[in-house]
């Protein structure tokens, strides 16, 4: 790349790069989510009513929804 202008045009300066992030983050803290695992189904997973699919989705899920890993960390701390 050093000795190629056209792909250094094409590349992002470090400083858009960040500006990028930071749009991308902020989209993401203020997306409401859509597919959203309720309160009452979390419950349900975790008094184990779930069958190994629908757990696997819960699982999946947990893994990029903020909302729900906070949420069923909250409901680990009152397991028995």
């Given at each position: 790349m050093a000795k190629c202008e056209e792909c250094r045009k094409r590349l992002l300066s470090e400083e858009q790069l960040q500006q990028a992030i930071v749009r991308l983050h902020r989209q993401i803290s203020t997306a409401a989510p859509t597919d959203c695992i309720t309160y009452d189904?979390?419950?349900d997973y975790i008094d184990g009513q779930f069958s190994r699919e629908e757990s696997a989705k819960v699982e999946?899920?947990?893994k990029v929804c903020a909302v729900v890993l906070k949420t069923f960390a909250l409901f680990q701390n009152f397991a028995c």
């Open positions: 189904l979390l419950a999946e899920h947990s």
